[in-house]
């Protein structure tokens, strides 16, 4: 069975949108991921801050790096996030994805989206169905 990290590079290889984002892989293993990228101005919305389906792409990249570094194959089947501040351009964020529960079948993730700081910008949860399947 591949590693996490095995794992995440043949994803991430594969992962046009994953790249256009800038997204870099800070760490994962098993059931784990952080990400970083940039906001930059092709991001942002009529508000000038970044459109909210940035950070919902960013957390979703660590919902499946984080679910699929078990080594096998899991997809998401259900995700929620709440967008509780403005993410400005220029802004550096994180997304850390941890595993909440795993079954056979099923995952729970927690995603949170972080600032430099720290400071949370944006909470998002995600279920995966986990297939028979290895990469």
Wanted: neutral net charge; aromatic residues 8%.
């Amino acid at each position: 069975m591949k590693s996490a990290k095995e794992v995440v590079d043949i994803m991430f290889q594969g992962d046009a949108f994953s790249q256009w984002l800038g997204i870099k892989v800070e760490e994962t293993k098993a059931g784990y991921c952080r990400l970083s990228m940039q906001v930059r101005e092709e991001m942002t919305n009529g508000f000038k801050i970044a459109h909210g389906g940035i950070s919902y792409a960013l957390a979703d990249s660590a919902l499946a790096f984080a679910s699929n570094g078990h080594g096998t194959q899991a997809l998401s089947i259900e995700t929620a996030i709440s967008h509780l501040k403005p993410i400005k351009e220029g802004s550096k964020i994180e997304a850390i994805a941890s595993e909440i529960r795993k079954s056979r079948s099923l995952g729970v993730y927690e995603v949170k989206v972080l600032d430099e700081a720290g400071e949370l910008l944006a909470h998002f949860k995600g279920t995966v169905f986990r297939k028979d399947l290895e990469w």
